[in-house]
């Protein structure tokens, strides 16, 4: 996949602790990957990393462009593997970037995007999307920044699951997910009731209409 977007950072001083570093409004992060002989710390602008982290995802290419130790200007395509945020405030305080090597396969989660208005929802009908995205394994050179999913042609009661999403992959990638997994389903919207106990709130799909495989999945990522 071509490069999304460029990005410069600088050698990180081993000596200066993380916190010196957020005090001058710099976010530490280190580059890693099979396809470098050592890891690098790097730190990054403040401003520049909200101003990637607004655009990119997981998904996207990120050209980190930096001079290293000796002075020489060294540029590394990489996936930003995670961000790590302050737990008060929600700033980001730290990122690992993801060096792939081309002939090697990573783990990646890929997400979807939902497309229409499914016709169900037009009579009447709620749009549940159990998952965002799908994890794959696959090549480098095989990562598709998201895939689209449309849901237009869908009526009440239909669903699709990851079975209908692995025609869209490439070749090289392995889903690491149940292929009966549902992610996403046109349910029937349910009524209120305000004179009866445990009224279904309006417009939420009750338990029994969204497929089996969707409430175990929901349950999963409520934990």
Do not use: C
């Amino acid at each position: 996949m071509a490069r999304a977007y460029t990005l410069e950072v600088v050698s990180r001083d081993q000596s200066k602790k993380a916190k010196a570093l957020r005090r001058e409004s710099m976010v530490p992060a280190v580059v890693y990957g099979p396809k470098l002989e050592k890891n690098f710390l790097v730190a990054i602008e403040y401003q520049k990393v909200t101003a990637l982290l607004e655009k990119a995802l997981e998904t996207s290419l990120v050209g980190l462009v930096f001079k290293n130790e000796k002075g020489v200007t060294e540029e590394h395509e990489a996936f930003i593997k995670s961000v790590q945020r302050d737990k008060t405030t929600d700033k980001v305080i730290h990122i690992d970037f993801y060096v792939p090597a081309n002939d090697r396969k990573m783990t990646i989660n890929i997400p979807f995007r939902f497309t229409g208005v499914p016709a169900g929802v037009t009579k009447g009908g709620v749009l549940q999307t159990p998952h965002h995205n799908i994890t794959v394994e696959l090549y480098p050179s095989d990562v598709l920044e998201t895939i689209t999913v449309d849901v237009s042609a869908m009526n009440i009661n239909d669903h699709k699951t990851v079975a209908d999403i692995i025609p869209l992959l490439p070749h090289s990638a392995k889903v690491h997910m149940e292929e009966t997994e549902v992610i996403a389903a046109v349910t029937k919207q349910v009524i209120v009731d305000t004179t009866a106990e445990g009224a279904v709130e309006e417009g939420a799909a009750a338990p029994g209409d969204v497929p089996a495989t969707a409430q175990k999945s929901e349950k999963k990522e409520e934990k």
